[in-house]
Each structure stands twice: as structure tokens, then as C-alpha cells.
């Protein structure tokens, strides 16, 4: 994921928790926040209940790595934030589940 495309900041991450609505789904709390701008970012969320920093490091870069494998839309900003369930799958499950959130909120690009 390149550095343009990170939310890293505290006050960007409380700012669009408190002012959006969240997506739950099994494994993930997503948050979105459309906006004019010709970029799109994404930031993630583990929290020390899921495990060990090694276990947390190994789920953001399997994140990171699904989100690299496609083009999204401009124009958003979104927070994942991973749920203690994710431990009881594997990286193919993870990946599934990741984009059907990301086709039900629209964020990707049509394939041609």
C-alpha cells in the first residue's frame, strides 16, 4: 500500500469514527467517508485482543496485501478495524469476506 494512501493519524481516525456510520460484518467494523478529493486511503485497526504484535502485524499486512490487488474509486476515506473472529480464519476467507464489504459499499472499480 503506498504512503499516499494511509490514514496514520489519530485525529483523522477519530474524526471519521465519531462522525460516520459503521458497517459490521463478521470479521471487520468498517467506516467510510466519502469526500471530492482524487485519492482514496485506507487505515486499519487491530487491536492487542486479537494477539501478540507478531499475530497483529501478520493480519495488517494480509489486509494490505488484499487491498493492493485491486483499483479502487477516488474519492473516500475508509477504517478497518479487526474483530477477535478473524483469528479463526485463513487468508482466503479473509480475503472473501474483505470484498464483498468493499462491492457492497462500492468502492471498486468496475472491471472492463
Known sequence: MKKINTLKENREFQRIINNFKPYKYKSYIV?????????YRFGISVGKKIGIAVVRNKIKRQIKNIIDKNNYQKGFNCIIIVKKDILNKNFIEREKELLDIF?????LKEKV
Not at 31 to 39: A, F
Not at 103 to 107: S, T
Open 31 to 39: 467506516y467510510i467517508e466519502r469526500h471530492d478529493e482524487k485519492i
Open 103 to 107: 462491492n457492497n459499499l462500492k468502492i
